[in-house]
């Protein structure tokens, strides 16, 4: 039951449009994504959240970032035999708020899926979109992980200096 409310969850967000939710909304849907997948897994998928105690008041495109770990689960945990750790840690950045999201890839080329390019080029856009260019999505493969970072302005802090996004 609690596994279709979360499927119907997704997809009202997915079939809404283009819209702006709030952080605790969008991480949300990510939580109920990871849980879906939870089940398909089992335990070959494990979550660590690291979230501040009040998640900043912010507003984010809706399904910006839960494309973000539905690639950690297609290139990273369903091509791992023995499966792995899904991360994702939110905090204040000084103006900005940081989201990482990583997760274990394949060491071997054969074992890599290279995908469609659709999910990580989509959120980067929304992102970047919905912030005017004060938004950065940057990822990045080392050390058998593959590490998507989001930085989010706050509303009302001076526009900063951002690092720079690998392509």
Known sequence: ?????????????????????????????????????????????????????????????????????????????????EGGEVEIDVHDAGGHVEIVVRNPVPASAEDRHQGHNIGLPASTARIEAYSEGRGSVRAERADGHFTVTVHLPVPGTPPAPLPSRAD
């Open 1 to 81: 039951e609690q596994l279709l409310l979360d499927l119907a969850e997704l997809f009202r967000a997915a079939l809404s449009g283009l819209r702006e939710i709030a952080l605790e909304e969008e991480l949300a849907l990510v939580r109920r994504y990871l849980e879906i997948e939870a089940l398909r897994f089992g335990p070959r998928l494990r979550t660590r959240w690291r979230l501040p105690g009040q998640l900043p008041r912010i507003v984010v495109p809706a399904l910006s970032l839960q494309p973000l770990a539905e690639n950690a689960i297609r290139h990273g945990i369903e091509r791992l035999p």
